[in-house]
C-alpha cells in the first residue's frame, strides 16, 4: 500500500459538512473536507490491523497505486483552507456501532 498522507472523516462530520455547505451560500468552486488529524495510509491501517489481533503484514511501497491512481504524498489529504471535522480518529474508531457523537436528542412525536 502507498506510504502517503490522507485524512479520514467520521460519516457524522461528512454529513454535517454537506449539510452547511447545501444550505449555505453558493460557492461557485469547490469545498475540500477531511479529518482533523493526517496520517500514512500504511501506518493506520498496521495500528488497526494490531488493534484487532490481525496477523496480516502491511508493506509500504511508494509505487503502489491507489485505486489504479499513482499517489504522492499530497494526493489524498485536503488543501490548506479545507473545511475540517472534529472527530478524531481515536474517538471516531471507540465509538459503539451506531452512536453519532454530534446529534443531538430529538424530541418524541
Do not use: C
Request: charged content about 20%; overall charge negative; proline content about 11%.
Amino acid at each position: 500500500m502507498p506510504p502517503v498522507l490522507f485524512q479520514p472523516m467520521a460519516a457524522d462530520d461528512v454529513a454535517t459538512a454537506v449539510g452547511r455547505i447545501a444550505v449555505g451560500p453558493p460557492v461557485n468552486g469547490t469545498v475540500e473536507i477531511g479529518g482533523p488529524e493526517q496520517f500514512r495510509m500504511d501506518e493506520l491501517v498496521r495500528r488497526r490491523l494490531a488493534q484487532l489481533g490481525d496477523p496480516r503484514e502491511v508493506i509500504a511501497d511508494p509505487n503502489a497505486l491507489y485505486s489504479g491512481a499513482k499517489v504522492n504524498d499530497r494526493t489524498l489529504v485536503p488543501g490548506i483552507n479545507a473545511q475540517l471535522g472534529e472527530t478524531r480518529y481515536e474517538t471516531w474508531l471507540n465509538q459503539p456501532t451506531g452512536q453519532v457523537p454530534h446529534a443531538k436528542s430529538q424530541p418524541a412525536a
